[in-house]
């Protein structure tokens, strides 16, 4: 059965990880708390275009914003980044897997007589 709460999630947070400029911004909050003046500022864009970036990674919960007079400060929530790689973990066996079948397979074929300085 699919769990459909975190099916939401992390619909959210790979569309939030969809855009460059927010993974920008989210790498930017990595260094600690900004505006969202200074989020925009690499991306000269305007005040508007951020707000809305930050409201896409507020709704994947990336992001948890405070307000103190006019300044919004932003912040990065990193728990929804955990679960998309928990949910990108799950597949590193089959690619794993996947992988030593090509690394054997192409050991395979360099051991194979008659293919050294085989030129084609």
């Not at 690499?42 to 948890?64: D, M, N, Q, Y």
Request: overall charge neutral; glycine content about 10%; hydrophobic content about 40%.
């Amino acid at each position: 059965m699919v769990d459909n709460a975190r099916t939401t999630e992390l619909d959210s947070v790979f569309h939030a990880l969809g855009d460059g400029t927010r993974r920008g911004m989210l790498r930017n909050l990595a260094g600690g708390e900004r505006t969202v003046g200074q989020l925009a500022a690499p991306f000269a864009i305007s005040l508007w275009a951020a707000s809305k970036h930050v409201k896409a990674l507020e709704a994947a919960g990336l992001v948890r914003r405070r307000v103190a007079g006019r300044q919004h400060f932003c912040s990065l929530s990193p728990a929804p980044l955990a679960a998309a790689h928990d949910w990108l973990g799950s597949y590193e066996q089959f690619w794993s897997g996947r992988l030593d079948v090509l690394e054997r397979l192409l050991r395979e074929e360099g051991a194979a007589p008659g293919r050294e300085g085989d030129e084609r």
